[in-house]
């Protein structure tokens, strides 16, 4: 079965370009969460969707950041304008329909940015 | 709401050793509680989890975890480590009954010496 899968798998930018990162969760799984992981913050929740619909994007760290989930079987982070703090991993994970929801993910390999 | 602590940074064991990782949850009713484990360039993988029942889980790759509710504690133990078992370890606590999104721990870093 494919897992959660991600691209790119490392990016490197300068500073004011645009990122676009992708995720195609599991299929079938009705729940989609954006993290981000850095040394000095550890795992973030940026946002989640449930039923392709943002549930909650308050750890979006500011307007910079946009997350859209067209359908089921897709998603997008996109960071305009890039800078050197956003820095990090940013990983997918999707999550079964349970009941009830227990919150076990399943994550992608994570996309590598780095912004100079 | 809920929120998760992993006092250790780093453990260092040698190879054959057993091994406990450490995780302390705050919330106010039965957790949900995980431990994931991720690989240098890999993802977050599930080894095993908590919902009722047994406070005694199994998980993958030999590892098992007991769930105390008198000491707020998700334990993580293996009675043998193999080199292959160096890596990040994740727990992570969910709410029964509310927010089921899991609040993460900063995690503990594994090193296996040979």
């Known amino acids: 079965d494919a897992g959660v899968i991600q691209s790119p798998r490392h990016e490197v930018t300068e500073m004011g370009q645009e990122v676009t990162l992708r995720c195609k969760p599991i299929?079938?799984?009705?729940?989609l969460f954006w993290y981000r992981q850095t040394m000095m913050r550890g795992l973030e929740l940026l946002i989640y969707?449930?039923?392709?619909?943002?549930?909650?994007d308050s750890g979006m760290p500011e307007d910079r950041f946009s997350a859209k989930m067209p359908n089921a079987s897709f998603s997008t982070l996109k960071i305009q304008p890039s800078e050197p703090r956003d820095s990090a991993v940013y990983f997918c994970?999707?999550?079964?329909?349970?009941?009830?929801?227990?919150?076990?993910?399943?994550f992608g390999e994570g996309s590598r940015l780095t912004v100079l | 709401a809920q929120s998760v602590t992993q006092p250790d940074i780093h453990i260092t064991v040698s190879e054959g050793a057993s091994l406990e990782l450490r995780c302390n949850y705050s919330y106010g009713a039965t957790p949900y509680l995980f431990w994931y484990v991720q690989s240098p360039g890999q993802g977050l993988q599930l080894l095993l989890k908590?919902?009722?029942?047994?406070?005694l889980v199994q998980g993958i790759k030999g590892f098992e975890a007991e769930f105390k509710r008198s000491q707020s504690s998700f334990n993580l133990r293996k009675p043998s480590v193999h080199w292959s078992d160096a890596a990040e370890y994740f727990c992570?606590?969910?709410?029964?009954?509310?927010?089921?999104?899991?609040?993460f721990g900063r995690g503990t870093s594994l090193i296996v010496h040979p």
């Open positions: 299929s079938g799984h009705n729940s």
């Open positions: 994970a999707s999550s079964p329909r349970t009941e009830p929801n227990t919150g076990e993910l399943f």
């Open positions: 908590y919902f009722s029942g047994d406070t």
């Open positions: 969707f449930n039923n392709n619909v943002p549930i909650d």
């Open positions: 992570a606590v969910g709410a029964q009954g509310g927010s089921y999104i899991p609040t």
